[in-house]
């Protein structure tokens, strides 16, 4: 595995437990996290490796990733389009490639669009996105 760093203070990431991470979260304990110390930033691994998926991020970004998956999931998850479909979409509406277009390496400006399109689009009626 290569390098991570925090893209907020430029350290070097280390490769930490989710007991590290989450201590009240057992369910998490054996999962695998990127953490900057000074920063306190993370990210966790794809399954069984040590592959970030995404960027660090701090509390802030964090908590805009999960509003995107919030509104972004239930398109692919209800079955009115497959996850690559829905991706795709999301790729096309913000203006990005779909090699891009992975939540998990969205910054606080991108998921702040991403969140307005997706709402705009659950309030808009039925046939017309």
């Avoid at 893209?7 to 989450?22: F, H, K, N, P, S």
């Avoid at 695998?32 to 998926?53: D, I, K, L």
Wanted: hydrophobic share 40%; aromatic share 10%.
């Amino acid at each position: 595995m290569s390098d991570v760093f925090c893209d907020y203070c430029g350290m070097r990431a280390v490769l930490v437990t989710g007991r590290e991470i989450y201590p009240r979260r057992p369910d998490l304990w054996k999962k695998q996290f990127w953490r900057c110390g000074p920063c306190g930033a993370h990210v966790g691994c794809h399954p069984n490796t040590e592959s970030p998926m995404g960027r660090l991020a701090n509390a802030e970004l964090r908590s805009w990733k999960v509003r995107v998956h919030s509104l972004f999931d239930p398109l692919w998850q209800g079955g009115s389009m497959t996850r690559p479909e829905a991706y795709r979409w999301l790729a096309e509406v913000l203006g990005i490639t779909t090699a891009e277009c992975h939540v998990g390496m969205f910054d606080v400006a991108r998921c702040k669009l991403a969140v307005a399109i997706l709402q705009a689009r659950s309030a808009a009626p039925p046939g017309t996105t």
